[in-house]
Every structure is written in C-alpha cells, then in structure tokens.
C-alpha cells in the first residue's frame, strides 16, 4: 500500500503545482505517479497470481 500512497501523494503534488503554475513540477510529479500506480498494478496482479 506504499507504493499507492506515494502515487497519491505525487498526484496530489502536481495538482497542487499545477494550480500554482509551476508546469514543470506538475509535470514530473505526475509522470511519477503514473509510474508509481504502474508498478502497484503489476505487483498487485503478480500477488494474485502466485
């Protein structure tokens, strides 16, 4: 539940950037958070099957 929570956190980072105006943190911390939900997914598939 780490890896999700850090992928809320980042999501909530760049909304939070974005509104400032500061694109380029917006846009990072939202590429992490999709890599972040990415990997939650995979590991979360990979648990159900084993």
Known sequence: MAILELAVGFFVLAVAAGLVGARGV?????TI?????????VLAVVSLLL
């Open 26 to 30: 917006a846009g990072m911390s939202m």
């Open 33 to 41: 958070a999709k890599w972040l939900v990415l990997a939650f997914l």
